[in-house]
């Protein structure tokens, strides 16, 4: 006779910070958690983060699954590696190989250190510019494009033996709120559905290990409960109709789009019964321990035992295709040369940018402090972007608090009267409603992507904030042409 699975086999958790405490260590061997999710609270060194795999290891056992969404852009914990491209500074790239590239770079950094499975690609197809939590997170906003790139990150993380998992599915990309904060509905018909949202998980499916669900609700498939609590979703559609027998996890289901509207313990039940294999069940110990609680009275009775004894194997064949052993042999320095080739090669234009000639004088409008959003990092301040510039012109800094302070003809005036050229870069995840309509000499989108579609100027577009993007700018202001003929943006 089987042994039923503790609680935990089926739920993936949080630590506390950056080490193992023993409390913490005795919460997961009490409710038998195999998986455990990292952020930016685990992660000081590259050492810390070695010891700290290897100590968690301990705990989970051999088939431990040691999760982080490190997806590049402004989605990345570490900041101790090489920074990788945003995946739609990949998607204007378009260069397949280097997509690849690029992810198996990233695996390698996470294999470094005993991680063995990355949350990415991002599958979603961006086609709402408004998006709040997609965004440059996409490689772009066809399915073709974000296909294509998609595949090649699945081919990059299995080459460097990381489990990776696409997200965030049925899809995210034609949203205008966040699932951080609120449910979301998507009403397209079915025959839409498959036209965009749906294809590229569809057409990865072979080559794809894990699957991320979205907590939105999908009319067309099933119109009462979101993706993640689903079984017309996850079970008819995911498995039945698609036949695909990966992992299914649910995304946090610590989000508002969940939290708001059903119990902790009662959602990941009846994500389970959907179908997912593994429940994210992130937050507070005491929130952890519901669902644990919920999901161990659920094994007792409700949930099916031959659907949960084949959720454990697959969550152990995932973990032991790709075990969570560091590889000391890996150096992630030895990859800070692609890492700055993806970022030069994803450098967009919009409306035939031309750079100020330099040694000009520039009056450079910036926010003075970009926030941290969610998921995503916050982005660079306007002192940084001021000394960025400062090495190629004569930079008088206007660093606004909010757009809504701008006053934008006062700043032509003063520009026109002191002959400055008017430079606006934008910092910031979300597009603010007061940047419509701006007319700067030249905009630079150090973030949001789509913040080209709201200001009315000609646009160099970075696809994120990082170094290597910020290098990629100065290069291009040098020496516009050096490289040939940029991308165009262009969001569909």
Not at 16 to 24: A, F, M, N
Not at 169 to 188: A, M, N
């Amino acid at each position: 006779m089987t042994t039923p699975p503790l609680p935990g086999a089926l739920a993936m958790v949080d630590i506390p910070g950056p080490v193992l405490d023993p409390e913490t260590a005795a919460h997961l061997r009490h409710y038998g958690v195999t998986a455990v999710c990292l952020f930016g609270k685990n992660v000081e060194s590259a050492a810390q983060l070695r010891t700290l795999c290897a100590d968690l290891r301990a705990v989970l056992g051999e088939d431990a699954l040691i999760a982080i969404d490190h997806e590049g852009g402004a989605i990345t914990r570490p900041t101790f590696w090489p920074y990788a491209p945003s995946a739609m500074a990949l998607g204007a790239a378009d260069d397949a190989a280097l997509t690849q590239d690029v992810h198996a770079a990233l695996a390698r950094q996470l294999r470094s250190v005993g991680i063995n499975w990355n949350f990415t690609p991002v599958l979603d197809v961006n086609v709402d510019a408004s998006n709040p939590v997609i965004s440059e997170r996409a490689f772009g906003s066809t399915p073709a494009l974000v296909a294509r790139h998609g595949r090649a990150s699945l081919a990059g993380h299995a080459r460097a033996g990381v489990a990776a998992c696409v997200k965030h599915f049925p899809g995210h990309g034609d949203t205008h709120l966040d699932s951080h904060y609120s449910l979301q509905r998507v009403s397209k018909t079915r025959e839409q559905l498959d036209a965009l949202e749906l294809a590229p998980f569809r057409d990865l499916l072979p080559h794809t290990p894990a699957v991320m669900t979205a907590h939105i609700i999908f009319d067309a498939i099933d119109p009462e409960l979101p993706a993640t609590l689903s079984r017309p979703v996850l079970t008819g559609l995911l498995r039945g109709e698609w036949d695909y027998e990966g992992v299914i996890v649910t995304d946090s289901m610590g989000m508002k789009a969940i939290d708001d509207h059903y119990g902790r313990g009662e959602a990941a039940v009846l994500a389970l019964k959907a179908g997912a294999d593994m429940v994210m069940a992130l937050g507070r110990r005491e929130v952890q321990v519901e669902t644990l609680e919920a999901v161990a009275a659920a094994l007792d009775g409700d949930l099916d035992p031959a659907a949960v004894q084949a959720s454990v194997e697959r969550l152990r064949t995932l973990a032991r295709q790709t075990p969570a052993h560091a590889d000391l042999s890996l150096n992630p320095e030895d990859d800070a040369a692609l890492m700055a080739l993806g970022w030069e090669r994803g450098l967009s234009v919009y409306r035939d940018p031309q750079p100020p000639a330099p040694g000009s004088r520039l009056l450079l409008v910036c926010e003075r402090y970009a926030y941290r959003e969610n998921v995503s990092e916050r982005g660079v301040d306007a002192d940084t972007v001021a000394h960025d510039l400062g090495t190629l012109y004569d930079v008088q800094l206007h660093a606004y608090d909010t757009a809504d302070d701008l006053d934008w003809p006062a700043l032509r005036r003063q520009a026109d009267d002191e002959g400055r050229t008017l430079v606006l870069v934008t910092t910031g995840r979300h597009r603010h409603p007061a940047l419509a309509g701006l007319t700067p000499d030249l905009h630079v989108a150090l973030y949001n992507p789509y913040a080209a579609l709201l200001v009315d100027a000609p646009a160099v577009i970075t696809g994120g904030f990082r170094p290597g993007a910020r290098a990629a700018l100065l290069a291009w202001l040098r020496s516009p042409h050096a490289a040939g003929p940029r991308p165009v943006f262009a969001p569909g």
